[in-house]
């Protein structure tokens, strides 16, 4: 694609059906050598990513999944070992599988302990990119469970006073059922931005804001392209973790919280942890997940529960905005009200994403279905 | 005391023997009303703080300990109710019992049914002030288990676009054992910044710095006076959620994790939450607790994960420092350094809150011990 057309391309986007992006992901997942559950699943948590707002999780990521499975760092057709297993957990080697459908065993089988038992939990090593965390901690809000997910990812974030990259963007999703009001859903990464957004200031020339990310002499980073090339080669530098430099505004909080990640997803499941985790141009590096559900009912009766939850995020809700604000969200909230307004008027994809599936359909002889609109170009979210 | 004498006071300290100053606590526990295993676990849980070097929850809280022990905001003499129990979860009601001792035995029941089962759980409602976190999450780490405690507190924090304190500065403890090296132990508020610092900057007059506080129109709080009074009456502003203003660093990440701690600690409990919680002058308000235990073993050799634990915390220690730094850590490390030393050198406490002690316990009889060195100065940590 020409330069010039960079800009339209990617400041532009098209609505197109979810069900039939799904397919169509499905599609190409099948054509690289998937079976076709583990290609719907996988395709279907891509898209709940666009459909939710989330497009860094999204389909955008199909080239490098596809890169993966070329590479072999995604194994098609392998079936997860089981490591060790008691009423309450099971460990899964995924022995380098796709991450979506080995880790919606793994949710499934801590739901159905904890459905058992009261709690379940299960740990993934040797696994790929699962998606968004969310996807696996909402699938215990049905069982009026509490559902929790995370995972390691490659090393990106500094420790406080550091100056090298030692653990991933390490988010953390967990998940609780109300009534009348949306889920409380939360997932979020444990840095205080994201790798994508360094990669986007370096190319655009521009200073990093400060707060970002922490040069390889463990300074305020502001050169975004030189940062962005010491960390590709893991020479030092990295993003900030949650809460940003030193201790002040609780930068040891957001890398405290990072390691928790890290223990749960990387040493419980028998992974690799902090430094040790690389993804390379063409595709992401191995990973470990921890997930967990447990009843509400161990403590109190679900439907009151639920109740007390409508109060509490009704009133977070209703709390009054600030200046230049127009509403309070909670967790959860804005990403249910995009998957709303998908699911009336289709997910939208950005218009140079769009031009990415195509190729990618086109090398396997998939074609990406017309948009519910393609004429209409609207802005980028 | 004169005010001339105020910056000496709180500006230098003394040591003081761990033993000496935990009975000290424990007698003007029992002289308020405490049975003498409640007396002696509050006290060993007020001590536990300052001598980890957190000062602010530790001795210098025994007036509004006692305070609530005088108004009946902590009742004396009750005893914990069970609302439900399961093979994994207990429920209790504290009825306004001390928060120390009702938690303890929380904790302690949910590590008694992880032995037996795998993972325990324990709900408080109705509850007052625990102590540190930390404490009882490390509760686990001798049995090879890791340990989760959490509770809410009184609503001091404003949500992302928000402009009213909604929710409490919420931590978060998290522990897990090593072989070689520290545990790992996270102990984490869910606020950017603690409340008193907010008091510290009124009292001195000084613009607050950014990144700290909303004011009563969700803009950047500055005059800290004006904040601090406004919060007093719960009439708007409060601190920022680790992360900051906004979304730009993450502040809807750190309100998550305080609504996180909300639902697990005020709504499963079926105590309290929210804007619902409220402190006093002379007391703290009531609130709930959350703990768990899960063994280690459920997944993989609990020997092989210590290990394993070695080595990511000992990568993290071993990374190079930043300009300007000596040492990166891991949470819990400062922590427990500190301890080896109160353990060697005493305990340290400002010379203002000896002198509140004194007082304290000269209304009820009981003498504070001399300090290890009581003529030597120590500038404060």
């Known amino acids: 694609m020409a330069r010039a057309n960079d800009k339209k391309a990617t400041d532009t986007a098209q609505r197109l059906s979810r069900a039939a992006l799904t397919d169509f992901c499905r599609d190409v997942f099948i054509a690289h050598g998937l079976n076709h559950d583990d290609a719907t699943l996988s395709a279907a948590v891509l898209v709940a990513a ?222 690799g942890f902090g430094q040790h985790l690389h993804d390379t141009p063409s595709a992401m590096g191995r990973v470990g997940h921890f997930f967990a559900a447990f009843r509400i009912d161990m403590f109190r009766e679900a439907s009151e529960f639920r109740r007390d939850m409508d109060q509490l995020l009704g009133e977070l809700r209703a709390s009054p905005p600030g200046e230049g604000q127009s509403r309070v969200y909670y967790a959860g909230l804005k990403e249910i009200e995009r998957e709303d307004e998908a699911a009336e008027s289709g997910v939208r994809v950005a218009d140079n994403v769009v031009e990415a599936l195509i190729a990618e359909g086109a090398r396997v002889g998939v074609t990406l279905p017309p948009g519910v609109d393609r004429q209409r170009r609207e802005p980028r979210s």
């Open 50 to 271: 666009d459909a939710r707002g989330i497009p860094s999780h999204g389909v955008a990521r199909l080239p490098r999944y596809v890169g993966g499975l070329e590479t072999g760092t995604i194994v098609a057709g392998t079936a997860p070992q089981i490591l060790h297993e008691t009423p309450l957990s099971l460990a899964l080697d995924a022995r380098g599988a796709m991450g979506a459908p080995v880790s919606q065993q793994a949710m499934d089988a801590a739901i159905a302990k904890a459905r058992t038992s009261g709690a379940g939990f299960a740990t993934v090593r040797d696994s790929n990119h699962f998606g968004i965390a969310a996807w696996y901690a909402m699938a215990a809000l049905e069982h009026d469970m509490i559902g929790i997910a995370m995972t390691n990812t490659a090393a990106l974030g500094v420790p406080t006073h550091g100056t090298q990259a030692m653990f991933g963007t390490n988010p953390i999703a967990f998940a609780a059922p109300a009534e009348r009001e949306r889920a409380f859903v939360l997932d979020m990464s444990t840095t205080a931005v994201t790798y994508g957004k360094i990669e986007v200031y370096a190319r655009q020339g521009q200073p990093l804001p400060a707060g970002w990310a922490s040069d390889a002499r463990g300074r305020q980073a502001v050169d975004a392209a030189s940062l962005w090339e010491s960390m590709n080669r893991y020479a030092g530098g990295g993003l900030h973790p949650l809460g940003g430099a030193g201790t002040a505004l609780g930068g040891h909080k957001g890398y405290g919280l990072a390691t928790m990640v890290d223990i749960l997803s990387g040493v419980l499941s028998g992974h």
